[in-house]
């Protein structure tokens, strides 16, 4: 027993010299441990297959030592991409499972159109996608993305808008599909869409066409 333990000691007083005298750079030329395999999943055949393609740098590469620098500049200059994740598979696989981002609407940029993602980002709009709202204005995204979280937080029925307007002076319009105008102020976003909400939800909103809430303590409704 007490051999056992002695040679057990041994092996990793041996393991621990072994770590500590080798550098990564000579770690990383070790021939085991070497990158023979690429897995993509979460897009379509096409997308995953141009992933892959540029993730070949990394065959033939250490395992342990990839470049996650040059993986997140290429994952991120993706637009379709909402997230990703690494996953290694010893001894010699990588995966990465990506996650698509959501199309919240659509919108026409220089006269071409775009869908509008929740990662932030325009995607080309290789086909028609119907059930999305379509965004209207000269808008900055990090503007309508926070509309959209607001939207959200007070679970408005995102499914049930048709159309977005943008305006120079920094507001928006939401025209749902029932033909409802609902006007919001460039302040007091929050309070405003609680409000709206409270309204859509009452009987003043049959025969509802305008909801004008841009002016402060004051609500305006065209019937």
Do not use: C, H
């Amino acid at each position: 027993m007490q051999q056992l333990i002695s040679k057990k000691l041994f092996i990793y007083f041996f393991l621990f010299i072994f770590l500590v005298t080798i550098n990564n750079k000579n770690l990383s030329k070790l021939n085991f441990y070497r990158i023979n395999d690429i897995n993509v999943f979460g897009l379509n055949e096409e997308e995953n297959l141009k992933i892959l393609n540029n993730l070949k740098f990394l065959q033939n590469n250490n395992i342990f030592f990839i470049n996650k620098k040059k993986i997140s500049d290429l994952m991120n200059s993706n637009n379709l991409i909402e997230r990703y994740s690494i996953i290694k598979k010893y001894p010699s696989t990588i995966e990465l499972r990506v996650t698509e981002t959501n199309y919240l609407a659509s919108v026409n940029k220089e006269g071409k159109k775009f869908f509008f993602g929740s990662n932030g980002k325009l995607i080309d709009a290789k086909y028609d996608k119907k059930e999305i709202p379509i965004i209207y204005g000269n808008f900055k995204n990090s503007e309508f993305l926070e509309l959209k979280k607001i939207l959200d937080i007070f679970k408005f029925d995102f499914e049930n808008i048709n159309n977005f307007f943008y305006f120079p002076s920094g507001r928006w319009d939401i025209e749902m599909k029932s033909g409802i105008l609902i006007k919001l102020p460039r302040e007091r976003l929050k309070e405003s869409i609680e409000l709206s909400l409270d309204i859509l939800k009452s009987e003043k909103s049959d025969n509802l066409k305008i909801l004008d809430l841009r002016q402060n303590n004051l609500i305006i409704i065209n019937e």
